[in-house]
T-cell receptor
Framework: GEEVAQTPKHLVRGEGQKAKLYCAPIKGHSYVFWYQQVLKNEFKFLIS????????ETGMPKERFSAKCLPNSPCSLEIQATKLEDSAVYFC?????????????FGNGTRLTVT | AQSVTQPDIHITVSEGASLELRCNYS??????LFWYVQSPGQGLQLLLKYFSGDTLVQGIKGFEAEFKRSQSSFNLRKPSVHWSDAAEYFCAVVNAGGTSYGKLTFGQGTILTVHP
């Protein structure tokens, strides 16, 4: 499609529960990125993929967060045993090949609320 | 460390007035520069980008931005603001070289309010 599609829009989980977020990148884009927006305006890079391969995962809290981009499936970001501080809006973005993976096209985000 | 500063947290303008949103960055190398807009409950929409070449770039919705290397700035401008421009605006920067693929550094955002 022509837009990055993220599902669900909202997700509510009790502390300790698992959360799984999905992202369908724009067709033809090679790169997928996950960002976390906390406190309304602070963006944190989590992980990037080049096709189905992890490109950069330096932002991931690896003990509880994992992500995949498998062929012919939406990409996913999974949080095991959620904590209150995981409450945030999670944005997925994709970008075309070349030009250093820019510009990024963002989806509308998934708002995760951990109670 | 790389940083992006948007000095104005909140700006209010009247509809039809001109607008300038400031963005300063601290980078050791040639940057790629972007402005995104976020409406409430929405994702980030790319307004414009600068990679190289002409330092005055045109974007969507009548926005433009000027890259000034000497001032490490990339200010966003619009000659006449419309009520629909009310949103939050983010400046973002990345190192053009190296392996910073997609690792944008965002400013803190500027909330724009438009009075009728």
């Amino acid at each position: 499609g022509e837009e990055v599609a993220q599902t669900p829009k909202h997700l509510v989980r009790g502390e300790g529960q698992k959360a799984k977020l999905y992202c369908a990148p724009i067709k033809g884009h090679s790169y997928v990125f996950w960002y976390q927006q906390v406190l309304k305006n602070e963006f944190k890079f989590l992980i990037s993929f080049q096709n189905e391969n992890v490109f950069d995962e330096t932002g991931m809290p690896k003990e509880r967060f994992s992500a995949k981009c498998l062929p012919n499936s939406p990409c996913s970001l999974e949080i095991q045993a959620t904590k209150l501080e995981d409450s945030a809006v999670y944005f997925c973005a994709s970008s075309p090949p070349g030009q250093g993976a820019f510009p990024l096209h963002f989806g509308n985000g998934t708002r995760l609320t951990v109670t | 460390a790389q940083s992006v500063t948007q000095p104005d947290i909140h700006i209010t303008v009247s509809e039809g007035a001109s607008l300038e949103l400031r963005c300063n960055y601290s980078y050791g190398a040639t940057p790629y520069l972007f402005w995104y807009v976020q409406s409430p409950g929405q994702g980030l929409q790319l307004l414009l980008k600068y990679f190289s070449g002409d330092t005055l770039v045109q974007g969507i919705k009548g926005f433009e931005a000027e890259f000034k290397r000497s001032q490490s700035s990339f200010n966003l401008r619009k000659p006449s603001v419309h009520w629909s421009d009310a949103a939050e605006y983010f400046c973002a920067v990345v190192n053009a070289g190296g392996t910073s693929y997609g690792k944008l550094t965002f400013g803190q955002g500027t909330i724009l309010t438009v009075h009728p």
